[in-house]
């Protein structure tokens, strides 16, 4: 049980600079825009680690709201567990109250799949994360489908979304972000039941 008192990290995976922001391989960084845009705050240098972070809170007003960080690391995809654990520190996180939000090659495009722990799936920014800190965080899994063909998993995660997906890519960023909020008000049971479609 994890100590109500405690903030809790929330990473958006992704790769810095315009070139990427499109790209499979960055929905964590857009479901991490989300949050703040839905916390009403923006993102700011942080301090102590190589990452862009905001302050602020989830959840109703009064007891339920739980503090959160959000972070999005500019260190590149695979090497997100360096800037995760110098903000884990700073911000004396339990690593159980840690979010990890990325693209799952093995779901579908649009399926959300949330789980405590477990293996990287050879997802980089996980196994660098798993790596610096060990595998029990949260995980919010955003599903991109495989590649079609014999595209190359590189090719395919950096690639930005088809314009048919993108027709759904405003409603899948959004319903993961409800999904995130929920683990962290209400549980990874609560949540497990509700979004993991």
Avoid at 15 to 28: D, E, K, L
Avoid at 95 to 121: F, M, P, Q, S
Avoid at 122 to 147: D, F, Q
Wanted: hydrophobic share 40%; charged share 25%; net charge positive.
């Amino acid at each position: 049980m994890s100590d109500v008192n405690a903030p809790w990290l929330i990473v958006g995976l992704g790769n810095p600079g315009p070139g990427y922001a499109g790209n499979r391989h960055n929905i964590g960084f857009m479901v991490a825009d989300l949050l703040a845009e839905r916390i009403g705050g923006s993102f700011k240098r942080a301090q102590k680690a190589q990452a862009q972070v905001l302050e602020g809170r989830i959840g109703p007003p009064g007891p339920m709201s739980r503090r959160v960080v959000l972070a999005k690391p500019m260190s590149y995809m695979n090497l997100s567990g360096g800037p995760v654990t110098a903000l884990r520190d700073f911000y004396k996180v339990p690593t159980a109250n840690i979010v990890a939000v990325h693209d799952e090659l093995d779901i579908d495009y649009g399926t959300l799949r949330l789980k405590l722990g477990g293996g990287d799936n050879g997802h980089n920014g996980l196994k660098s994360m798993t790596k610096a800190m060990g595998p029990e965080y949260h995980r919010v899994r955003c599903g991109i489908g495989r590649p079609p063909g014999r595209m190359q998993v590189a090719d395919f995660v950096l690639k930005d979304f088809s314009s048919a997906e993108r027709k759904e890519l405003d409603w899948f960023v959004d319903r993961s972000a409800d999904a995130v909020e929920c683990l962290v008000i209400d549980g990874l049971e609560r949540a497990q039941g509700t979004y993991n479609s």
